[in-house]
């Protein structure tokens, strides 16, 4: 037999020494899984190493799990099509003649990009690419218009069809469809905020966010004749969508239909040819390997530490501490956020919700006012997704953060990319907040679907 360690001092090094490796640099996917194998081989014997197969395995064979390749290519496919650049295209000059205009131009279009795509750094990084620039051009203020980017950008692991919602739901054992809808109204809740601070921020000082000049801004029958432009992207959201949310298809079948209508879509707008369906290929599979390799290394870590008693731990310390259910959940809200500011996502994900959904399940429906443990589950997945948002905006090490540092100009310094996400930041903790307190905001269009 391996050692016999307290789970104290069991937790203390395997979560001391996850941070210590990160902290060097290494990446996740194989510190969690190597640290697992050495913590697997001290603690147990040649025995234990079983634990291993038999957490991978049924995450190879997740029929759920097929749906993220799907969605990473249809993104893909749309953005290597220049989809993402006609519709920030007609946005822009739907909108231009308004203060603000085009930051909250940059948010709806990043809202849209949100349902079509489900991947952050491609959003983030695509109206980095083609708003910002816009924006400076016009005179616009750079935190203003860069925090635009980056709340917009974000607002893609919140609506459906988001790729850390299909993660959480075979993590937390959990309908995927259900998480799908239950995020629909805190996501457009949230691009509300976002589109409400700058416009009225614009509004009180214009020079934030002036409109377009006279010159450059279009009639109203070529902005319907714009907006016919961008129909069949659009159609292949409602689809998606549409079969999702009635039933009709699971969210595997609906990413099927979805990654055939990118290349439809693609092909309409003259652009489906043999680099662009190669590039987005690779870029599947670059984004779907780190995913699973992350999902492997941290299920078999997690998993030796409950196996361990580490769960249980977890459980009594929280109950322990007298700080009731609305104390213990807000304690773990708090501990996603710091998580969130050194973590990556799919990480944080592996690590906690196994330990945390048991934790809510234990404490009961009643205890929250919900008549199921099932709206209970749901309540707190979306939750956690809407939390999960603002850690890729949180200094130090939000991705969203380093995304636009990679394209914004050399002349604006990372001081300044921290400081236009602040704003953001507490408008994702209003909206915390308001998911917390008001659940019915999460509950409601689901139970109006399935209930």
Not at 87 to 95: A, N, P, S, T
Not at 239 to 265: H, K, M, Q, R, Y
Not at 313 to 341: D, H, K, N, S, Y
Request: aromatic share 10%.
């Amino acid at each position: 037999m391996g050692l016999d360690i307290s789970i104290e001092l069991l937790t203390l090094i395997m979560f001391g020494s996850l941070l210590a490796l990160l902290m060097a640099g290494l990446p996740l996917a194989f510190v969690t899984g190597g640290l697992a194998c050495v913590f697997l081989f001290v603690l147990g014997d040649a025995r234990a190493l079983n634990i291993v197969p038999s957490r991978i395995f049924p995450l190879m064979t997740n029929y759920q799990l097929s749906a993220i390749p799907l969605f990473i290519f249809m993104a893909a496919m749309l953005e290597r099509a220049g989809i993402i650049n006609d519709m920030f295209d007609v946005i822009y000059k739907v909108l231009g003649g308004v203060k603000g205009g085009l930051a909250s131009a940059t948010i709806i279009a990043s809202t849209i990009l949100a349902a079509m795509v489900g991947v952050i750094g491609a959003a983030v990084v695509t109206m980095g690419i083609i708003a910002l620039p816009a924006m400076l051009k016009r005179g616009y203020d750079p935190k203003i218009a860069m925090g635009s980017i980056m709340a917009g950008g974000t607002l893609g692991i919140l609506i459906p069809p988001s790729i850390l919602a299909i993660i959480y739901a075979v993590v937390a054992e959990q309908s995927v469809g259900e998480l799908f809808i239950g995020a629909v109204i805190p996501g457009l809740m949230l691009s509300g905020l976002y589109i409400l601070y700058v416009t009225i921020r614009c509004y009180i000082n214009p020079d934030l966010g002036p409109p377009i000049p006279f010159d450059e801004r279009v009639s109203t029958r070529e902005k319907f004749q714009l907006l016919g432009k961008m129909s069949a992207p659009i159609m292949l959201i409602a689809v998606v969508l549409g079969v999702i949310f009635s039933g009709v298809a699971t969210p595997v079948e609906a990413a099927g239909i979805g990654t055939f209508g990118a290349f439809i879509v693609a092909a309409i707008h003259r652009r489906l040819d043999w680099p662009t369906i190669r590039e987005a290929s690779i870029t599947t599979l670059k984004a779907s390997a780190m995913v699973i390799w992350i999902m492997f290394g941290a299920t078999i870590f997690v998993g030796l530490y409950v196996l361990e008693g580490g769960q249980q731990f977890v459980q009594e310390t929280m109950q322990g501490a007298g700080l009731g259910p609305w104390g213990i959940l807000i304690v773990m809200q708090i501990i996603l956020i710091i998580l969130g500011m050194f973590l990556d996502w799919v990480g944080i994900l592996l690590l906690c919700v196994p330990i945390f959904v048991p934790i809510i399940k234990s404490l009961g429906a009643a205890a929250f006012g919900f008549d199921s443990n099932d709206d209970l589950v749901l309540w707190f997945g979306v939750l956690y997704l809407v939390n999960m948002q603002m850690s890729f905006l949180s200094p130090p090490f939000g991705y969203a953060l380093f995304y636009l540092r990679g394209v914004a100009p050399d002349s604006i310094p990372m001081s300044d990319i921290f400081r236009s996400a602040i704003p953001f930041l507490l408008l994702q903790v209003v909206g915390l907040m308001v998911c917390m307190l008001v659940p019915e905001v999460i509950t409601w269009l689901p139970e109006l679907v399935y209930r």
